[in-house]
């Protein structure tokens, strides 16, 4: 009951980061209600060094956090519940993405039913995999609010046929092998 009630405290502002709707922003908003102050198990500096290399749509996905758990040392953790949480995004999208011409009372109905999803799904995690989702999720956050922010991801590569400068090939380009060579 207690959990309930912290849960139901956290504020739907949480939920947004820069003025749009944020899955880092409202996962930690329910991960600090269910944080537990212990030391995290991979090394805060190699985590680090993962994180300050995303994009904002890397960060924003968790799209590699499982392999940069891994590459920070966290080999040993159940990757199984922690990967339930990517399913938490769209859910929150679905829930509060769309429901931008709704109620308040809608939207704060909305917002109360992903708490509780996404509370369940970290009550799925074991100690261990809640502490490092916490922390690489914290950094992704850190990150951005450093005012260093994410680099920006490479412009789109041109089609090779778009980047020729050179005049087509000519016949002099390729001369003609002498008589009987081939």
Request: aromatic share 4%; hydrophobic share 35%.
């Amino acid at each position: 009951r207690q959990l309930e009630e912290t849960l139901e405290a956290v504020p739907m502002s949480r939920s947004c980061r820069g003025g749009r709707l944020s899955f880092l922003s409202a996962l930690n908003a329910v991960m600090d209600v269910m944080s537990t102050g212990t030391s995290p198990p991979v090394p805060l500096q190699a985590l680090r060094r993962c994180v300050k290399h995303l994009d904002g749509q890397q960060a924003e996905s968790l799209e590699l956090m499982h392999q940069h758990l891994v590459d920070a040392g966290g080999r040993t953790l159940d990757f199984e519940p922690m990967d339930r949480l990517l399913s938490l995004r769209p859910l929150l999208q679905l829930k509060l993405g769309s429901a931008s011409g709704s109620s308040g009372a809608d939207r704060d109905r909305s917002w109360w039913e992903w708490k509780e999803a996404a509370a369940a799904a970290v009550q799925r995690m074991g100690l261990e995999e809640r502490k490092a989702v916490q922390l690489y999720v914290s950094l992704a956050l850190k990150q951005e609010e450093s005012g260093a922010g994410y680099p920006a991801k490479a412009p789109p590569l041109a089609p090779a046929w778009e980047k020729r400068k050179q005049p087509n090939p000519r016949n002099e380009d390729f001369p003609a092998l002498p008589s009987g060579q081939r």
